[in-house]
């Protein structure tokens, strides 16, 4: 009877719940580490712990969209975009880890700051990463020695070469003209290298012809107007879903179009 009595005991006491969801200790500690960058470069092996020093610049976040922020009218967005990312720079100097810092300031924002450089101990530098409110921390410079990275070979990528096309017909000198803008991969370790591809294939591409009502018709390749470095999305191992070309261009507004 006791030993049951134990056993309803063990049941009813209350018992310690880990979520699936809570974070490991190991998996917090490398996305901190994910915020800082450079440190990799310096070889601090010869200093020791509590003499290792860092220049650095820490960099806060820029608020996401809110309807805080929808709210209000663009100049009061502004306004409160530059209040929090003071308030964010603000809540990392209280924690007095840097020392000889000044404030970075945004171009072309009167009054908003983005960030603070400045000399920090490198066994604080995790502390300032963990702060919700810090984007990324750029390692400039240490007392210690510089590593010598060799530089890693490049490799071969995939660019895509923008091509005009003009299509001249014999006897037609005015008026509109039907042209061809393409569209061509090559592949290549540099945008100059396929560059100097797609000349060699534009010369091949031009051709003339006579058409059916016997009018000389002459390709003439008329421009290379872009390269565009085609990036796979991490892990891809085909252009299946790759952006293989853009450009940002300005047109006359169609209605409605509005974001109000």
């Given at each position: 009877?006791?030993?049951?009595?134990?056993?309803?005991?063990?049941?009813?006491?209350?018992?310690?719940?880990?979520?699936?969801?809570?974070?490991?200790?190991?998996?917090?500690?490398?996305?901190?580490?994910?915020?800082?960058?450079?440190?990799?470069?310096?070889?601090?092996?010869?200093?020791?712990?509590?003499?290792?020093?860092?220049?650095?610049?820490?960099?806060?976040?820029?608020?996401?969209?809110?309807?805080?922020?929808?709210?209000?009218?663009?100049?009061?967005?502004k306004g409160l975009i530059t209040y929090t990312m003071r308030t964010e720079i603000d809540a990392v100097l209280a924690i007095n880890k840097?020392?000889d810092w000044q404030l970075l300031k945004t171009g072309g924002q009167r009054g908003r700051y983005h960030g603070i450089r400045g000399q920090?101990?490198?066994?604080?530098?995790?502390?300032?990463?963990?702060?919700?409110?810090?984007?990324?921390?750029?390692?400039?410079?240490?007392?210690?020695?510089?590593?010598?990275?060799?530089?890693?070979?490049?490799?071969?990528?995939?660019?895509?070469?923008?091509?005009?096309?003009?299509?001249?017909?014999?006897?037609?000198?005015?008026?509109?003209?039907?042209?061809?803008?393409?569209?061509?991969?090559?592949?290549?370790?540099?945008?100059?290298?396929?560059?100097?591809?797609?000349e060699v294939a534009a010369l091949e591409y031009q051709h003339s012809y006579l058409n059916s009502d016997g009018l000389l018709v002459r390709?003439?390749?008329?421009?290379?107007?872009?390269?565009?470095?085609?990036?796979?999305?991490?892990?891809?191992?085909?252009?299946?879903?790759?952006?293989?070309?853009?450009?940002?261009?300005?047109?006359?507004?169609?209605?409605?179009?509005?974001?109000?």
């Amino acid at each position: 009877m006791r030993a049951c009595l134990v056993g309803f005991a063990w049941l009813l006491a209350p018992k310690r719940v880990v979520s699936r969801n809570a974070k490991q200790p190991s998996l917090v500690k490398h996305q901190i580490m994910t915020k800082i960058s450079g440190l990799e470069n310096w070889d601090l092996s010869a200093v020791p712990l509590t003499e290792q020093v860092a220049s650095v610049s820490v960099f806060v976040a820029y608020p996401k969209v809110s309807e805080e922020l929808l709210a209000l009218t663009p100049k009061g967005r502004k306004g409160l975009i530059t209040y929090t990312m003071r308030t964010e720079i603000d809540a990392v100097l209280a924690i007095n880890k840097l020392s000889d810092w000044q404030l970075l300031k945004t171009g072309g924002q009167r009054g908003r700051y983005h960030g603070i450089r400045g000399q920090i101990k490198v066994a604080d530098m995790q502390e300032v990463a963990a702060l919700a409110t810090v984007q990324s921390i750029q390692v400039e410079e240490t007392n210690g020695r510089k590593k010598r990275i060799a530089k890693p070979r490049k490799k071969l990528n995939f660019y895509c070469v923008k091509m005009t096309v003009a299509i001249q017909i014999e006897g037609y000198d005015k008026g509109k003209q039907r042209y061809e803008e393409r569209y061509v991969l090559f592949k290549g370790h540099s945008e100059t290298e396929a560059l100097r591809k797609a000349e060699v294939a534009a010369l091949e591409y031009q051709h003339s012809y006579l058409n059916s009502d016997g009018l000389l018709v002459r390709w003439k390749m008329e421009s290379l107007d872009n390269a565009y470095e085609v990036v796979l999305a991490a892990g891809a191992d085909n252009l299946e879903g790759a952006e293989v070309f853009s450009a940002l261009k300005t047109r006359r507004r169609h209605k409605p179009d509005s974001l109000a």
